[in-house]
Every structure is written in C-alpha cells, then in structure tokens.
C-alpha cells in the first residue's frame, strides 16, 4: 500500500510547498509511489488519514500548538519543511522585541485583536521525525530525501559547513573579498547557492551540528565586522538558536 | 631536453588550434585580485604572471562530484561510467605540476584509480615559470620549485613577447609543433630561461621554511604530544576548507541516488576531507578521531610524516592555498613546522 502524505503550513510564505510543486515531472513520477491526501498549494480536498506529514512554518500563536499537536497524533511520521519549521527563521526576529512593538508594526491599530506570541521552530512543541532545512528548501533534496525513505535507507543530511559546498564550488570565499558569511557555521546542503550567486550565506539552514560558534565570531570580528553587524545576521535566521525561548 | 622560441604572436593561432580537440584552461583575473583556471576562448587574458590558481587543479583529475557506477534495481546490473574529456591545462606552476605528480602515484599504488587515470591520461598539462609569488606561498622552500616531468611542454617567458618552451613528451612536441616548424632555441634563450627561474626561486625565498624540509617527518615524531596542537584546534572550524583547497588532498565519499521511479539509480563520490567532524565516523557512531586535537594534528601528520613515510616526499607542496583559505588562520603548514622546529631547538 502506498504511504499517504499531507503538506500543513504554520506562519510561513508556502515557499517551501512550492519547491515540491516546483519539481514538475519529477513530482509525478514520485507520486507513483505515495498518495498525496493533503496538499492545498497544487490540489483541492483534504484527508485526515495519513502516515507522513510534512509540515511547513513555525508555531507563532497559542492556538497553533492544539493544531500542530492534532497534526502529530494523526501522523506516524512528522518531517518539518524550511527554516521556520526547523529552526524559527526569520519569524523569531520579533522575538527581539517586545510584543507590542511587533504587533504596532505589523498590524498597526488592531494589534490588541491578533494572539501572536514569540516565534519557534516545530521540534519546540512536538516530537520531529526528520528535519528539511533551508529557506526555501533545496528541492532535489527533498526529493532525494523522499526516495531514500521510500527505499528504507536512512536519508542523508550533510553535517558540514556550507565552506565545503564553496570549495567544491570553487567560489571565491567572501572573506577574501573583505565580505561575512555565515557559510563557516551553517549546515551545507544548499549547494552553497548564495555564494555561487554572488551573496553571502545568511545561515538558513540552520547551525551545523558541530559548528565552532565562538571561532567563527572571532574570525568575523577579526576581519573587521562589529559587535552589532554580527550579531543583527545571527539573528536573520538563527535568532531562536542564539537566543532559545 | 628539446626546447624552441615561441613568440606571444604565435600562441594565439595555437591556443586556437588545441581547442579544437581539447577543452583548454588558461590563468586569468578573477574578482578580487585573485587568478584562476577558466576555459580559454577569444578574448579571454591570459594572465602570465598570475602569483596562485585560487582553486586546486586537482578538481579537472578528481572532481568535486564524479560518477563511478550506474546501476539498474531491476535488472541488478551495473556498470561503470567513465568521463575523460580531453583537456588542455596551459601554464601550470611546477609546485602545482609536484602536486599532479604525487596524486599520481598515489592513485596508481594498489588498485589503480580508473576514474582518475582516464581523466589524467586525456589532460595535457603545460607548465609555467611563475614571475610573481603569492605572499602565503612557500613552495620554493618545500623542494616545489622545480620539476623535471609530469609535463607536457614547459614555457618560461624570457621577454615581453617571447617563450622558451621545453618538451616533456612527444604528445607535446606533436601539439606544439602542430602548425609548423619552429626555430631550436639557442644557447642564449636557454640561458634567458635559466635566469627566469633563478629569479623566481629567489624571489620565493621570502616566505620560508627555516629549515630544511627533510627534516619535518623526523620533527612530527617528536611533537606528537605538543600543547600547539590543542591551542590552534580550539580555533578549527571544521569546515575542511584546507582539505579541499589542497593539490594532494584525494579523499572522498561514495554515495548513491536512485531516480524518481526507483528503478534505475548513480553512484557517485564526491570530495571529502579529514578536518570534518564525521570524516571518521564508522558504524556504531564511533568517531575516532572525534576531537577538533585529533583532527588538526592528522592533517599536519598526514601531509609531513605519514605521506612522506610512504612515497618518499612531503604532502605539501607549499602552494600556500590552505593559508588563504583558513578563515581563522591556523592552517599555515609553514607557520605551524617553523614554530614546531623553533621549540624542538631548545629541548635536550
């Protein structure tokens, strides 16, 4: 029997859905071996009977966590999709403020009427089974990730910084060109993409497991970067990881 | 050995003609002031007197991510898939050529590296004297200033528009010679090349091993237990960067992906590196070289002792791109044997 699979999205932009859909042919030969019952970015009706949940956004208001709780009970396996879902991502920028600077901001005059409370990632409130990083996630991944599920194998994550993808690459290092990078403590896996495309890496994918958090801050200080600019990129995305709830 | 005067007007033609059968790679500026290895068409500038490729020259012998073997789930068949474009690397520097030669021998000892020995046997390389050196290279220290083969065809500029170019081997003469006959270069031009290199070795000398490289394995022996390698570890990012970027780094991981049918699938490898924390891990979830220590320390044991106590030379060749590539500078395999050898002087 093929194994059913929901898509659920918390507060998020549905980039990461859209990376599934964006799969085209590939997507269609994969749903030759599962069933999708839930998936609103490219199909109308819903089931609640399913085994994996994929689910994208992070919990960012009470009522969120009776949702997302629901969504674990019914599923057998819970795989949390893109940075908001893994590690909070840009939401937890507002944890840095006091709520009523945020809702000021973002709602104006009607904020008293929105719950919104600190942002965090999925694993805060429910147990995870698997976690897909990036913002977006990197689709190839997701679908690599997906076939070795369906083949029984323990899916493969890079644990290494997105230096290695750079090398590999052959960009040339920001620092060299006197820029930060986040890419000597963020997870590869992305293909150090932003590099390749002449950014820098913002750290999406989260901290790699082993990361040197403190060497890499003293090589950004020593090349020139302050207090203030290092800690403003930690908190772009990573703002849950330096300062947990 | 053979050797004839080119002139910079001729090369155009000839860089024209190799690229007919050969995808060609030349030094050129990049962004920042650095030099690499890029596709030579028309219009692009060869940069004669780049200081360092900023990335390793390994990757046209071994690339990053290579296919081994493809494979049907089905069927149960297998075979394996080689890639060998014909590839013209033009103006390699003779540490670069130290470093292709030793990966060579590495991937002939034991079982042969198929893959790599098909890349290698359909890349002609030509050498380059160097006239500028990067200021974190200290190749000319480390015996890595001059090679005698693993060439193809040899060029030293010996004036603004003239080459001295010395045979390697007949597939180089043949290609040099390609389109026409060319003048035997004379007592004076050789003499002019030989100077041009004096030069260059010269210049290299700034930036030095203070002692003679022979004598790093037998220093590594005795420093085993140095508090130096606990002090630099602490500042090791683990992100393998001096690995990667090395000429004679070759480790990689094999992996496999099946295609979205699940029925035919590609095992590839790709580059590894011994500074990444899960390098050794092996079942069990035992690591054992777990500690950043352990790591730092292989990576100095590996390239001065252990490389050496094997093929008879050092695992680095100097080129200086760990040192550059180190975001927290503790990768400097001169700064690391100097302080070592400094030490080892004043123990019993």
Request: glycine share 8%.
């Amino acid at each position: 029997m093929k194994p059913k699979i929901a898509f659920f999205d918390f507060a998020g932009c549905e980039g990461d859905q859209l990376q599934v859909a964006n799969l085209e042919e590939k997507l269609l030969d994969i749903l030759s071996h599962v069933e999708v019952v839930s998936f609103r970015e490219v199909m109308t009706g819903h089931s609640d009977d399913y085994d994996i949940a994929f689910v994208e956004g992070s919990i960012t208001r009470p009522e969120d966590e009776a949702r997302i709780k629901d969504i674990r009970s019914k599923a057998k396996y819970l795989v949390a999709l893109g940075a908001c879902a893994t590690i909070g991502g840009v939401n937890c920028i507002k944890n840095f403020m006091s709520p009523d600077v945020y809702k000021e901001r973002v709602y104006g005059t009607s904020g008293r009427w929105y719950s919104t409370y600190a942002a965090r990632p999925l694993k805060k409130v429910v147990k995870v089974d698997a976690e897909l990083h990036g913002c977006p996630i990197d689709r190839s991944e997701f679908a690599r990730v997906v076939k070795e599920l369906l083949l029984g194998r323990q899916p493969w994550i890079p644990d290494y910084p997105v230096c290695v993808e750079c090398k590999k690459a052959g960009n040339i290092c920001r620092y060299d060109l006197g820029r930060i990078c986040l890419g000597t403590i963020t997870r590869a896996g992305c293909g150090a993409c932003c590099v390749t495309e002449g950014a820098h890496c913002w750290g999406c994918r989260g901290v790699a497991p082993k990361a040197n958090l403190d060497a890499a801050r003293e090589a950004m200080n020593k090349n020139g970067f302050d207090h203030k600019t290092v800690r403003d990129l930690l908190r772009f995305f990573l703002g849950d990881t330096y300062a947990p709830l | 050995m053979t050797a004839y005067t080119v002139y910079l007007e001729q090369l155009h033609a000839m860089l024209a003609a190799w690229s007919k059968e050969h995808q060609v790679y030349v030094p050129t500026a990049v962004e920042g002031g650095y030099f690499d290895f890029k596709p030579w068409r028309e219009g692009v500038e060869i940069a004669f007197d780049y200081d360092l490729a900023y990335n390793t020259l390994k990757r046209y012998f071994l690339p990053p991510k290579e296919d081994l073997v493809v494979f049907d789930l089905a069927a149960k068949t297998a075979e394996m898939v080689f890639d060998a474009p014909k590839q013209l690397l033009f103006g390699v520097h003779p540490y670069d050529i130290r470093g292709i030669n030793q990966l060579d021998q590495i991937m002939e000892t034991g079982a042969p590296d198929q893959y790599y020995l098909h890349r290698r046997d359909a890349t002609v390389v030509f050498g380059l004297t160097p006239m500028r050196v990067a200021e974190t290279a200290f190749w000319s220290s480390m015996g890595a200033g001059e090679v005698d083969r693993g060439f193809d065809l040899f060029w030293t500029k010996t004036g603004p528009s003239t080459f001295l170019v010395e045979v390697g081997s007949m597939r180089g003469e043949k290609m040099l010679l390609a389109a026409g006959e060319l003048t035997p270069a004379s007592a004076g031009a050789r003499e002019a090349a030989r100077k041009a290199h004096l030069k260059i070795m010269e210049m290299g000398r700034s930036n030095a091993l203070n002692f003679d490289w022979k004598q790093v394995p037998r220093l590594l022996d005795k420093c085993w237990n140095s508090p130096l390698w606990q002090k630099k570890a602490e500042l090791c990012l683990a992100c393998g960067s001096c690995n990667l970027v090395c000429p004679t780094c070759y480790c990689f991981d094999i992996r496999e992906e099946a295609d979205e049918l699940l029925q035919k699938g590609v095992r590839f490898r790709e580059w590894d590196g011994c500074m990444l924390t899960s390098f050794a891990l092996v079942a069990g979830e035992h690591n054992f070289r777990a500690k950043a220590l352990e790591r730092y320390r292989h990576r100095y044991m590996r390239k001065g002792k252990y490389i050496y106590d094997r093929y008879g030379e050092l695992g680095c060749i100097g080129c200086g791109r760990c040192v550059r590539a180190c975001t927290t500078n503790i990768a400097n395999p001169r700064e690391v044997f100097n302080t070592l050898w400094e030490a080892s002087q004043h123990e019993d």
